[in-house]
T-cell receptor, first 112, second 113 residues
Framework: AQSVAQPEDQVNVAEGNPLTVKCTYS??????LFWYVQYPNRGLQFLLK??????LVKGSYGFEAEFNKSQTSFHLKKPSALVSDSALYFCAVMQYGNKLVFGAGTILRVKS | DTGVSQNPRHKITKRGQNVTFRCDPI?????LYWYRQTLGQGPEFLTYFQNEAQLEKSRLLSDRFSAERPKGSFSTLEIQRTEQGDSAMYLC???????????FGSGTRLTVV
């Protein structure tokens, strides 16, 4: 079975500082990994994905994520946080031929 | 293309009433998904269509829930005899290929009173 863990309910960071939102996964075989962001009363917006290849993937709005197979992790990062990055972030995993399974989400608060 | 469209955006209904939601996917996407999201939780899979065929249903989808996708275009999700526990955000998503990920609509927020 596929599963995703986001160990932090909330991450607080000061504007301009680097941010990390953690994600670990459990899936047999090679995973497809995704990050989505959700603003209040809105659907989910795609940020980035890892399918294969380079372990460091770059996505929208300056976000990036690093796939670590040995640690089964896919942490979301940004070198310099903005107040406008404050939102709810979801990590998701997919096994080929299956559907997306989401983590419980992490609230990111960026303070000025 | 304007993305995935869901209607209505909000629905308030009395317990025991039936409700129907509509999802219009991106036109070239043959895959369509319904998810449910409750407060403080990630989206949970409900059902999946490839073209007009409903290929998978979650155990979360009780007999009161039914989904259709006639002619492989738009989809409807109906909940009969609504209960307060059905209150949630219902999200629709579509995709062309699995590796592309899903494009989500803005969701329909259901409140059962």
């Amino acid at each position: 079975a596929q599963s995703v863990a986001q160990p932090e309910d909330q991450v607080n960071v000061a504007e301009g500082n680097p941010l990390t939102v953690k994600c670990t996964y459990s899936v047999s075989g090679n995973p497809y990994l995704f990050w989505y962001v959700q603003y209040p009363n809105r659907g989910l917006q795609f940020l980035l994905k890892y399918i294969t290849g380079d372990n460091l993937v770059k996505g929208s709005y300056g976000f990036e994520a690093e796939f670590n197979k040995s640690q089964t992790s896919f942490h979301l990062k940004k070198p310099s946080a903005l107040v406008s990055d404050s939102a709810l972030y979801f990590c998701a995993v997919m096994q080929y031929g299956n559907k997306l399974v989401f983590g419980a989400g992490t609230i990111l608060r960026v303070k000025s | 293309d304007t993305g995935v469209s869901q209607n209505p955006r909000h629905k308030i209904t009395k317990r025991g009433q039936n409700v129907t939601f509509r999802c219009d996917p991106i036109s070239e996407h043959n895959r369509l998904y319904w998810y449910r999201q409750t407060l403080g939780q990630g989206p949970e899979f409900l059902t999946y269509f490839q073209n007009e065929a409903q290929l998978e249903k979650s155990r979360l989808l009780s007999d009161r829930f039914s989904a259709e996708r006639p002619k492989g275009s738009f989809s409807t999700l109906e909940i009969q005899r609504t209960e307060q526990g059905d209150s949630a955000m219902y999200l629709c998503a579509s995709s062309f290929r699995e590796i592309d990920g899903y494009t989500f609509g803005s969701g329909t927020r259901l409140t059962v009173v």
